[in-house]
C-alpha cells in the first residue's frame, strides 16, 4: 500500500453534525432500592469529539488534514470542543456558531467497559434558510483546498436535503469525490456521491427488508447502486468485515479483523475517515476499503470515542 507515504498531503473536507462526547466512568455493585436499575459509583470523566468531529479527528490521526465544516452552539461546550480538536491537530476555525442551536452532546455511562446508559442533549430541527445559506457559503470557501469530501451525516438537522443538494452541486462543479456515511432511509438524498458507506442495519432499512434475510447485505448493496446511481456502495457487517459494491463488477468481501469487540462507537467514523483519506492519498477504492476494514477492527477493540492512528495501522498490515 504505497499510498500509505502519500496520507500527509491529501486535504479531506469533512461536512457533517459535529458533537461533543462525554464520558462518564464508574464501577457497579448493587442495584438501586428506588428502581431496577445500576447504581454507577462516578470514578472519573473524559471528552472526546464525536460524530463529524470525530471523522475529523480520525483523519488528523492518519496524518492527512481534516477540513472541518458543521455548526455549534454559543455554549460552554463549542468551547469545549473547540479546545479537543485543536488538540487533535484539526482546525474548528470553519465551525459555524448558532445562537439558537446548543452544541450537541452524547453522555455515555461506562461501568465495567459497558456502556451503562447514554444521555443526549441536542435540536434535530432543519436550518432555517438564512442558517442553511451560511453553511453553504462556508462549504464553497473550505472545498477550495480539498481533494475528497466526506459527509457525515447524524440526523442532527444540518443535512437537510436542500443542504445535501447544494453540498453535491458544489463537489460536481470542483470534480471532488464525494463520500457518504448516511442516516434514516431516504437515500435518495444522496444522489451524486461517489461512496456511501451503511451498515448493514442501515442498508437494510433502506431497502425495507429484515436485517436478518441471510442476502440482506448482497440484495441491498445491489439495490441501492441500481436505484440511487451511486458510484460504489461499502456495506460493514460488525464482526463479519465489509462488503464492496462497485458497477460492473462482482462484490468484494473483507474479513473482519478485529480480536476483540468492546464498543462499536465511532467505528463508521473510523471507516469513511480511513476510506477518505485513503482515496485522496491515490487509493485504488479496493485498496481504501481494505485499510478501512482494518482501521475498523482496531478500533472496535478500544472503549469510547477514539481515533486510529497511522502507526496503529502500519502496525496491524504488517502483522496480517
Not at 26 to 45: D, F, K, M, Y
Not at 118 to 130: C, K
Not at 255 to 282: C, F, H, K, P, Q
Not at 289 to 309: I, Q
Request: aromatic share 4%; charged share 25%; with cysteine.
Amino acid at each position: 500500500m504505497e499510498f500509505l507515504n502519500d496520507l500527509s498531503k491529501a486535504r479531506i473536507l469533512v461536512v457533517g453534525d459535529v458533537m461533543l462526547d462525554r464520558y462518564w466512568w464508574g464501577t457497579v455493585s448493587r442495584i438501586s432500592p428506588e428502581a431496577p436499575v445500576p447504581i454507577v459509583r462516578l470514578s472519573n470523566s473524559s471528552l472526546a469529539a464525536g460524530g463529524a468531529a470525530n471523522v475529523a479527528v480520525n483523519i488528523a490521526g492518519l496524518g492527512a488534514t481534516p477540513i472541518l465544516v458543521g455548526i455549534v452552539g454559543r455554549d460552554t461546550e463549542s468551547s469545549l470542543l473547540r479546545q479537543i480538536l485543536k488538540e487533535k491537530a484539526v482546525s474548528p476555525d470553519y465551525l459555524i456558531e448558532f445562537v439558537d442551536r446548543p452544541t450537541t452532546v452524547k453522555t455515555r455511562i461506562i461501568a465495567h467497559s459497558q456502556q451503562v446508559a447514554r444521555v443526549d442533549q441536542e435540536i434535530d430541527d432543519g436550518l432555517t434558510d438564512n442558517q442553511a445559506s451560511t453553511v453553504v457559503d462556508t462549504i464553497c470557501q473550505a472545498i477550495e483546498s480539498a481533494d475528497v469530501v466526506a459527509i457525515s451525516d447524524y440526523a442532527k438537522g444540518l443535512l437537510t436535503s436542500e443542504v445535501l443538494s447544494s453540498v453535491f452541486e458544489i463537489c460536481q462543479k470542483h470534480s471532488r469525490e464525494t463520500l457518504v456515511d448516511p442516516k434514516g432511509k431516504d437515500y435518495a438524498k444522496y444522489r451524486g456521491a461517489s461512496v456511501v458507506t451503511p451498515n448493514r442495519r442501515e442498508a437494510a432499512e433502506a431497502c425495507n427488508i429484515e436485517e436478518n434475510r441471510p442476502d440482506a447485505v448482497e440484495y441491498a448493496g445491489k439495490r441501492l447502486l441500481d436505484e440511487h446511481q451511486f458510484g460504489s456502495v461499502l456495506i460493514t457487517r460488525g464482526e463479519e468485515g465489509v462488503t464492496l459494491f462497485q458497477n460492473g463488477s462482482e462484490p468484494i468481501h473483507f474479513e473482519a479483523m478485529a480480536r476483540s469487540v468492546y464498543d462499536v462507537t465511532g467505528a463508521g467514523d473510523t471507516v469513511i475517515a480511513t476510506l477518505a483519506s485513503s482515496i485522496a492519498a491515490g487509493a485504488q477504492l479496493a485498496d481504501a476499503a481494505r485499510l478501512a476494514n482494518v482501521a475498523a477492527g482496531l478500533v472496535v477493540e478500544k472503549v469510547g470515542t477514539t481515533a486510529v492512528s497511522i502507526a496503529e495501522l502500519r502496525s496491524a498490515l504488517n502483522g496480517e
